[in-house]
């Protein structure tokens, strides 16, 4: 595996977004290792952040074989940015994540996130209803 600490990255080597049409919002996503379909890592970010400080993982873990999927949660980046403090509750942004994994046809998934990114998809994707096999890991 390549030592990504002593790789240097070029911001034009980042994916170049698609916005998703999903629960009433449009979502920004980034995705890599569109030959990995079948095999999906959700990688979620912090607050306050964007997707972006998940550049040195998304090629290496395309590279491992995974589809990689970064989103920007309503009111980052070029997502949507809701007026009504309800739409950022944790239904709502947890449907949003739910909403693009259903888009893929996704029920088998790994989440890794940072800071809030995993706190809400750990507790608001309903694991218990075999909607979803999940593995959700922290860093």
Not at 11 to 34: C, I, Q
Not at 118 to 139: A, K, N, P, Q
Request: hydrophobic fraction near 35%; include cysteine; charged fraction near 20%.
């Amino acid at each position: 595996m390549t030592n990504v600490t002593n790789t240097k990255f070029n911001p034009t080597d980042f994916p170049k977004p698609t916005l998703f049409s999903v629960t009433g919002v449009e979502l920004e996503v980034f995705e890599a290792g569109l030959e990995n379909l079948g095999n999906p890592i959700v990688l979620c970010h912090g607050f306050p952040e964007h997707a972006f400080p998940w550049r040195y993982q998304v090629p290496t873990l395309a590279a491992a074989g995974y589809h990689v999927i970064v989103q920007n949660q309503s009111r980052y980046g070029n997502s949507s940015r809701p007026s009504e403090v309800i739409d950022y509750d944790i239904e709502h942004l947890t449907g949003d994540r739910a909403a693009i994994l259903d888009h893929y046809g996704y029920k088998d998934v790994t989440f890794v996130g940072h800071d809030w990114g995993i706190r809400f998809t750990s507790s608001g994707l309903d694991f218990s209803s075999l909607r979803y096999r999940c593995s959700v890991e922290s860093v």
